[in-house]
């Protein structure tokens, strides 16, 4: 079935995951959603990710969920802000600081998709994908 947000998709599936406490989610590949993992790795929110391509334009993602000691998901809410129907674009003064840091906004700038964080510190703004706590 074609999917015509795969960003909201990813969102989706890691969300149904975390609340049905899976070990791990299957995603559809694409250099976004890999993007996207590589970020909410390197952030601590996911445990790891497999890449399995077939060809240029068709793969797998196996995103490998994380939760605490007591089974309890490190992804407590995930959410799409900027959508195909309704685009949301921020300065790097107004990328969204929430949960005292705890939360993590993920923007796609012209120097590539990065954390909220690593665009203040780049000084460069952009389109705000999601938001992660």
């Known amino acids: 079935m074609a999917v015509s ?5 990813f969102l989706t599936r890691i969300r149904n995951g975390t609340r049905a406490q899976h070990r791990y989610v299957d995603v559809q590949w694409s250099k976004m959603n890999q993007n ?15 890449v399995k391509i077939e060809n240029n334009q068709r ?5 490998f969920l994380r939760y605490t000691d007591q089974r309890r998901p490190v992804i407590q809410g ?51 994908l999601c938001m992660v706590w």
Request: charged share 20%; net charge positive; proline share 3%.
């Open 5 to 9: 947000d795969t960003i909201a998709d």
């Open 36 to 50: 996207l993992a590589e970020i909410l790795k390197s952030q601590g929110f996911i445990e790891s990710f497999l």
């Open 78 to 128: 995930i959410k799409r802000v900027s959508r195909p129907g309704l685009r949301k674009y921020v300065g790097h003064n107004d990328i969204p600081h929430f949960y005292g840091g705890l939360g993590l906004s993920i923007v796609s700038t012209s120097q590539g998709v990065m954390a909220g964080s690593e665009a203040v510190k780049r000084g460069v703004g952009g389109e705000l």
């Open 59 to 63: 793969g797998m993602i196996r995103v």
